[in-house]
């Protein structure tokens, strides 16, 4: 069935930088943009951005501008989100979400000192 | 952005009841609408896409209406395992996604 699978928790400091993977299965990677959502705890979801995986093309939430990348490898039909310049209000749940199908299971990132 | 406003935030209602959630759009999105269901501690699961498209798999209690600006989810004989949090989505094409602030569903 379709799925994607994500990587598992992260925690880091202040100031480092966080890479979560998101793995595809199930369905032909290349032909569905792959976003990532991320959630604080007890808040409601925030849009990070999508890549398309055939493309390379990327649009990302003007808020993380600079500090985030989406890559993938076709190869192995996975997405990855890297954040970097880490804060402690980046502490959340980040979900690698195709459009009208399934998300990840979430990978929690805690960022503390 | 495209806003979600999203009402109620909170809904309490017994097993059998007929319960409805709706959104509103801050531009008309057509059918570019979906709906998830979030139970404590889990990743979103669609319900609903493009409006009023069923999920395959999801119970058919589950219905979504609307287009333009305004969209309703209804779940008909609510459940026990319908406790969740329900929030509303739109993908508008070339639009960032944008979500409602959430209904949390529970039973009376």
């Given amino acids: ?113 | 952005d495209i806003q979600m406003t999203q009402s109620p935030s909170t809904l309490s209602a017994s097993v059998g009841d007929i319960v409805t959630i709706t959104c509103r759009a801050s531009q008309s999105i057509s059918t570019w609408v979906a709906w998830y269901q979030q139970k404590s501690g889990k990743a979103p699961k669609l319900l609903i896409y493009k409006a009023s498209s069923l999920e395959s798999g999801v119970p058919s209690r589950f219905s979504g209406r609307g287009s333009g600006t305004e969209f309703t989810l209804t779940i008909i004989s609510l459940q026990p395992d319908d406790v969740a949090t329900y929030y509303c989505q739109q993908y508008n094409p070339f639009s960032p996604w944008t979500f409602g602030q959430g209904t949390k569903v529970e039973i009376k």
Avoid: H
């Avoid at chain 1, 990587?7 to 792959?34: D, H, L, Q, R, T």
């Avoid at chain 1, 490898?73 to 959340?92: G, K």
């Fill in chain 1, 1 to 113: 069935q379709v799925q994607l699978v994500q990587s598992g928790a992260e925690v880091k400091k202040p100031g480092a930088s966080v890479k979560v993977s998101c793995k595809a299965s199930g369905y032909s990677f290349m032909n569905y943009n792959i976003n990532w959502v991320r959630q604080a705890t007890g808040q409601g979801l925030e849009w990070m951005g999508w890549m398309n995986p055939n493309s390379g093309m990327i649009d990302y939430a003007q808020r993380f501008q600079g500090r985030i990348q989406m890559t993938r490898n076709t190869s192995t039909n996975t997405a990855y989100m890297e954040l970097s310049s880490l804060i402690s209000e980046d502490t959340a749940i980040y979900y690698c979400a195709r459009i009208e199908g399934p998300w990840g299971q979430g990978t929690q990132v805690s960022v503390s000192s």
